[in-house]
């Protein structure tokens, strides 16, 4: 069973950054998607982030330009880089993992929380 790992989670003020991990605890063959969502209270999770097996990247509006997705394909992990952090960024974020092709398996993360006080 194959288990994701969140980490980088916490609380920073209006403008600072924050960089999430996501590691799978064994390999994952066949990695198709990797990416981020977030839910916060009363809302519906939400993509944040993709990036393909390819190296191709798609963001929320609402973060384009802040966040960055990056991957170590090696090391089973994707990373989320966090810019000028804002209130409206406060949640939990998952990390997803698609893997197969097509896609034949889904794994979730825990869950992290970013605060971000108004």
């Known amino acids: 069973q194959v288990q994701l790992v969140e980490s980088g989670g916490g609380l920073v003020q209006t403008g600072g950054s924050l960089r999430l991990s996501c590691a799978a605890s064994r390999s994952i063959f066949s990695i198709n998607t990797m990416g981020w969502y977030r839910q916060a209270p009363g809302n519906q999770r939400e993509l944040v982030a993709a990036?393909?097996?390819?190296?191709?990247?798609n963001y929320a509006d609402s973060v384009q330009g802040r966040f960055t997705i990056s991957r170590d394909n090696a090391k089973n992990t994707v990373y989320l880089q966090m810019n000028s952090l804002k209130p409206d960024d406060t949640a939990v974020y998952y990390c997803k993992i698609i893997a197969g092709f097509p896609p034949t398996h889904i794994y979730w993360g825990q869950g992290t929380q970013v605060t971000v006080p108004s």
């Open positions: 990036i393909t097996h390819d190296g191709s990247t």
